[in-house]
């Protein structure tokens, strides 16, 4: 790769370039819809098997908290929130630029834009739009 230096010793690199990739995001807190970007070529598989990466990063993010169980109680007015089932109402999405999610706490990551193809064994695999 071709690298040019300034004068005062800055390095600039060639650019690169990423495919966007929208994405629906199970985490063990809740859920996350965004995008992810990827190198050309490259397959979400590939970029959560990266050891080397830590995080994903996801621009556009909207993250949605699932409700969490509660203890069930004796009924007071101070629990008004707090649904008959035991469990605390939905949150309210949170909307976000960008977001760095720690791969630990990752379910499952599913694109949304896929098309589904046949192989010529007659079984079926996705590909990205």
Do not use: W
């Not at 230096?5 to 650019?15: I, L, N, P």
């Not at 109680?73 to 929130?81: N, V």
Request: some cysteine; charged content about 25%; overall charge neutral.
């Amino acid at each position: 790769m071709l690298n040019r230096v300034d004068e005062k010793g800055k390095v600039f690199t060639a650019r690169v370039h990423k495919m966007e990739v929208e994405v629906n995001i199970v985490t063990v807190h809740g859920h996350v819809h965004g995008y992810l970007h990827i190198q050309a070529g490259q397959r979400v598989k590939d970029l959560l098997n990266n050891p080397a990466e830590q995080f994903l990063a996801i621009t556009s993010a909207t993250v949605s908290a699932k409700a969490e169980p509660q203890p069930k109680a004796a009924p007071r007015a101070t629990q008004s929130k707090q649904k008959a089932d035991g469990y605390d109402e939905q949150p309210e999405p949170v909307c976000s630029d960008f977001l760095a999610l720690n791969k630990q706490y990752v379910i499952s990551v599913v694109p949304v834009d896929e098309d589904k193809v046949e192989r010529p064994r007659g079984e079926e695999y996705y590909i990205p739009r």
